[in-house]
């Protein structure tokens, strides 16, 4: 059963950092595009970065210069790393494995990122 296991959310200070991890199980994980999104309350669920199987990256405007995506294929893991947070970063983020050639698009539960002003 694939799984997307999200890591190290939780409560920061606004101008702090946090990094998010995202492990991943029971999928090629090299072959997949990475991505981290979020959706804050009353808010529809945005694309905050992603990171293709060719390690090409894609930000969202808002955080550009801010976030990092990164991956080790060696531990089927992405990463996010996130400077210089805002309060309007506070959002539930979600990691997405997808490999659309094949029909995979996968979720996992989220983790809570909360910034305090």
């Known amino acids: 059963q694939v799984q997307l296991v999200e890591s190290g959310g939780g409560l920061v200070q606004a101008g702090g950092s946090l990094r998010l991890s995202c492990a991943a199980s029971?999928?090629?994980?090299?072959?997949?595009?990475m991505g981290w999104y979020r959706q804050a309350p009353g808010k529809q669920r945005e694309l905050v970065a992603s990171i293709t199987s060719g390690a090409r990256t894609n930000y969202a405007d808002s955080v550009k210069g801010r976030f990092t995506i990164s991956r080790d294929n060696a531990k089927n893991t992405v990463y996010l790393q996130m400077n210089s947070l805002k309060p309007e970063d506070t959002a539930v983020y979600y990691c997405?494995?997808?490999?659309?050639?094949?029909?995979?698009?996968?979720w996992g539960q989220g983790t809570q990122v909360t910034v305090s002003s």
């Open positions: 997405n494995g997808r490999q659309l050639a094949r029909g995979y698009d996968y």
């Open positions: 029971e999928i090629i994980f090299s072959i997949y595009t």
